[in-house]
């Protein structure tokens, strides 16, 4: 027994040396944030929805930064709050499609200084729209308040893909659309094409004694300038009706960006409405 015990002495002392002599580290690379900004990549180019349009590569100036698959009406680097770093100034932009990752969908440049951006990908051959993110995120009572906050961006399109579609106006859907209950239409914001709101407060409802503090199933809607409802081809047989976007759930003291993006269409085929979301916080 006393051998034994020896033995495992001896063997502990002997690890304990080797990890003394031989440091585990790992690679990293210091930032300078003086001369650095935190950027992430939309993807909301005009285009029908397909798995042969997603992204499979994305380089910022001429570096790979990632091959994340991702589309449309997605974000590189497809995680909600993440973002990657750039060096401030211009910054060259190049996206690939294809299983193969070498086929050039996009390639433009976007200019940047410090802080963090969402870039929005809306054309394959403008240059991208750029939104500063908030440096600081708006507050609320933790206890009394039942509050998201959400940013507004407008980049939809007409039919052809390359008229901007005009003035939008992002509203809330409530109610359960019958006699004792009817739907009601809260405004949130209102923007022009390649324009973005301020964080704007959303009221959430709470549901039970004890909540979560998120939501769920909830209903937005997108309306043009009249003040009518987007439309669209529910299915490749059925008439064109009114678009309302379901299945939204949101966080209280969260903050998120709703970008309507895509296109109209003459036929069902040929449209691409999407309301999509990225969460800030």
């Not at 502990?12 to 944030?33: H, R």
């Not at 407008?154 to 859907?173: C, H, I, M, S, W």
């Not at 003040?227 to 003291?253: C, E, I, N, R, W």
């Amino acid at each position: 027994m006393k051998t034994i015990l020896a033995l495992v002495s001896v063997l502990m002392v002997f690890l304990l040396a080797s990890c003394q002599l031989n440091e585990i580290t790992f690679g990293s690379t210091d930032i300078d944030l003086a001369k650095s900004a935190e950027v992430r990549l939309v993807y909301d180019a005009p285009l029908v929805t397909s798995s042969t349009q997603s992204l499979t590569r994305l380089t910022y100036n001429d570096q790979l930064v990632s091959e994340v698959t991702t589309a449309l009406g997605g974000i590189f680097p497809n995680s909600s709050a993440r973002y990657h770093v750039v060096p401030q100034g211009s910054v060259k932009v190049d996206v690939y499609k294809s299983t193969t990752k070498d086929v050039l969908q996009y390639s433009n440049s976007f200019t940047v200084a410090s802080g963090k951006y969402s870039v929005f990908i809306h054309s394959l051959t403008e240059v991208p729209f750029v939104v500063k993110d908030a440096d600081v995120f708006p507050s609320s009572d933790a206890w009394a308040d039942t509050l998201a906050h959400i940013q507004f961006v407008n980049l939809f399109y007409k039919a052809d893909g390359v008229t901007p579609y005009g003035t939008l106006f992002l509203k809330g859907r409530r109610g359960a659309g019958t006699t004792a209950s009817p739907y009601k239409y809260i405004d949130i914001a209102s923007c022009g094409f390649k324009e973005a709101s301020k964080l704007i407060p959303y009221k959430l409802v709470k549901s039970g004694t004890v909540w979560s503090g998120t939501e769920t199933a909830m209903v937005f809607a997108v309306f043009d300038a009249a003040g009518k409802l987007l439309k669209a081809y529910p299915t490749s047989t059925g008439a064109l009706a009114d678009v309302v976007f379901t299945g939204f759930q949101l966080g209280k003291g969260r903050n998120y960006i709703f970008h309507i993006n895509g296109k109209e269409g003459a036929k069902y085929a040929e449209q691409s409405i999407r309301l999509s979301t990225i969460v800030l916080n």
